[in-house]
């Protein structure tokens, strides 16, 4: 499987970015799509994460009530609207799809996307 990102780039806080996210699948099985991140010098951290219906969605605190996953399962693609963005916000983010969704942020995918760069100026 591999994961193509796209929609990243420099936005000033406040202001909005939709990245997406579109899936190389072969398969009719089910699974999780999700988003991550990671800022320079830091781990790379959970933002989000969908189930295979759509109706099941999880947010790290930093982002939720801000960030709006969505997944289009025609089209195996995963989108991540981030509004009010913040300077800390400020990351690449990668897509990520498959693996093991627990509960929670409790996400452990098997494919990963190349990232994205998002900056957010303050």
């Known amino acids: 499987v591999q994961l193509q990102a796209s929609g990243g780039g420099l936005v000033q806080a406040g202001n909005s970015l939709r990245l997406s996210c579109e899936a190389s699948v072969r398969t009719s099985s089910t699974f999780p799509m999700g988003w991550f991140r990671q800022a320079a010098g830091k781990e790379r951290e959970f933002v989000s994460v969908i189930g295979w219906s759509g109706g099941d969605t999880y947010y790290a605190t930093a982002v939720k009530g801000r960030f709006t996953i969505s997944r289009d399962n025609a089209k195996n693609t995963v989108s991540l609207q981030m509004n009010s963005l913040k300077p800390e916000d400020t990351a690449v983010y990668y897509c990520?799809?498959?693996?093991?969704?627990?509960?929670?942020?409790?996400?452990?995918?098997?494919?990963w996307g190349q990232g994205t760069q998002v900056t957010v100026s303050s």
């Open positions: 990520a799809s498959h693996g093991i969704w627990r509960n929670g942020a409790n996400y452990s995918p098997r494919y």
